[in-house]
T-cell receptor, first 115, second 114 residues
Framework: AQKVTQAQTEISVVEKEDVTLDCVYE???????LFWYKQPPSGELVFLIR??????QNEISGRYSWNFQKSTSSFNFTITASQVVDSAVYFC????????????FGQGTTLQVKP | DTGVSQDPRHKITKRGQNVTFRCDPI?????LYWYRQTLGQGPEFLTY????????KSRLLSDRFSAERPKGSFSTLEIQRTEQGDSAMYLC????????????FGPGTRLLVL
């Protein structure tokens, strides 16, 4: 069965600290896709990144970076020099290589960045 | 380019009433998904359409739930005889069909059943 685990329920940091959000997934498929979404208090899920199972290169986008490791089935997300505007719930999600495209989400990590 | 829109944004109803939510996807997207999110949890898949065809329904979708996408554009999700356990955020997402395609989400409809 497919599963996504975000073990950190809540994280609190002070502005400018670096923070890493963990994501561990389970799937039997060899082809799958991993995503991160941000959900601010307004409620709308905002797409951040998509990764396929064949691309293990880490990615950096501004203050955001992602570390994908198939060997440990992890897809971790790091925010460098956090800002108050980064405060939100962050979700990791898995889509298998089947045709449906449906997403399986983790329970989310609530990040609070204090000034 | 407008994003996914949902209407209403909030709905309060009494137990036993019927409610209907609407989702307008990004115009060129041919896939449309419905998810439900309860407090403190990640979204859970309910159903999805490719064009006007409903291709999969989750076991979460009881007989009181029905979804349509009559012309392959907007979609409606109806809940009949609402129960307090139906209180949740109902999220709609759309995408272009393709393996592992990115889904873009609307703002959601928050339902409270009293």
């Amino acid at each position: 069965a497919q599963k996504v685990t975000q073990a950190q329920t809540e994280i609190s940091v002070v502005e400018k600290e670096d923070v890493t959000l963990d994501c561990v997934y389970e799937t039997r498929d060899t082809t799958y896709y991993l995503f991160w979404y941000k959900q601010p208090p307004s409620g709308e899920l905002v797409f951040l990144i998509r990764r396929n199972s064949f691309d293990e290169q880490n990615e950096i986008s501004g203050r955001y970076s992602w570390n994908f490791q198939k060997s440990t089935s992890s897809f971790n997300f790091t925010i460098t020099a956090s800002q108050v505007v980064d405060s939100a719930v962050y979700f990791c999600a898995l889509s298998e290589g089947s045709n449906t495209g449906k997403l399986i989400f983790g329970q989310g990590t609530t990040l609070q960045v204090k000034p | 380019d407008t994003g996914v829109s949902q209407d209403p944004r909030h709905k309060i109803t009494k137990r036993g009433q019927n409610v209907t939510f609407r989702c307008d996807p990004i115009s060129e997207h041919n896939r449309l998904y419905w998810y439900r999110q309860t407090l403190g949890q990640g979204p859970e898949f309910l159903t999805y359409f490719q064009n006007e065809a409903q291709l999969e329904k989750s076991r979460l979708l009881s007989d009181r739930f029905s979804a349509e996408r009559p012309k392959g554009s907007f979609s409606t999700l109806e809940i009949q005889r609402t129960e307090q356990g139906d209180s949740a955020m109902y999220l709609c997402a759309s995408s272009l069909v393709g393996t592992g395609e990115t889904q873009y989400f609307g703002p959601g409809t928050r339902l409270l059943v009293l």
